[in-house]
Structures are given as structure tokens and as C-alpha cells.
């Protein structure tokens, strides 16, 4: 049997303290150990952002972090991004804009919508498709990605 190693990491509020195998991925915790499956998973490597959850308020990809390097972390997921029974302004914009098409790449890209925005990113089209560039849509819906965000930026809402 492989060793498993305490973890002890908050997930959209809640508290949990685990033991995890070294080798679990955050995004394999989260998907198939928690059933918080809203966060996908796309390449696995890297390269398409489906994965993108916030870790301390920051983006990152969960398909690139071992559970066990976020011991202490708060981790927030497209299932703990609004509270309460309200949708999110970010996932309101999508709604209206027709940001997406299948969805499979969508709760990664208002992940990384809302931290583009927090970061200071999202001051112009250009910008805004400079900082979203490493969340790949298939379907390539992003024209109106990009109109989802600029109207939740200039409302000023997040
Ligand atoms: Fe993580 Fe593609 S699944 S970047
Ligand atoms: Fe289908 Fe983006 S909506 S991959």
C-alpha cells in the first residue's frame, strides 16, 4: 500500500483533514475523492485551463498540484464561487453572453474570468485575451468569453 500523508485543507468553507496518497492530484481530490466534479478536467498537463480552481484567492491549475502542496490552503471551485443561492455576477455574464457551447471548458474559464479581473487584467479586449489565453475553448466561444468579462468589469460588480 502506498503511504498516505495528513492533509488538512479548506475547500469552498468547509474544513477537511485527510489522508491523502503523495501522488493524488488537487484536481483528482477534488473530482474523485470530494465528488466536486464542476472543475474538469481537460489535458491533465497543463495546457487547457478546464482545471483552473482558486487557491488563496489565486488561480491556479489543480491538474498541476499534488493535494499534499496545499496543506493549509483555501481552496475555492466553481461550486463555492457564489453564495447562497445567487449565481455569481461572472457566471450571470456568461449566461447572457452565450459564453459557452458544450461547457465543458466553462467552470474553468469564470474561474480564471474572475481572477483576470481581480488581477488587474481585464482593462481592455486585448488584455483580457492576453490573460484568458491559457483557458482553450473547443468550442471557441471566445468572443463572447470576452464580452462576459468586459461587462462584469465595467459594472464594477467583483
Ligand atoms: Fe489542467 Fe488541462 S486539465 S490544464
Ligand atoms: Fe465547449 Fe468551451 S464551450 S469547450
Redesign the pocket.
Known sequence: AIEQMPLSIEINGQQHNLKVEPRTTL?DLLRERLKLTGT?????????????VHIDGVRA????QLAVMNDGAKITTIEGLSDGDKLHPMQEAFIKHDGFQCGYCTP?QIMSAVACIHEGHANSETEIREFMSGNICRCGAYANIVNAIKEVKEGGAI
Do not use: E
Not at 40 to 52: L, R, S, V, Y
Not at 61 to 64: E, G, K, P, R
Open positions: 484536481l474538469k478536467k481537460g489535458c491533465d498537463q497543463g495546457q487547457c485551463g478546464a482545471c483552473t491549475l489543480s491538474c498541476l474553468g
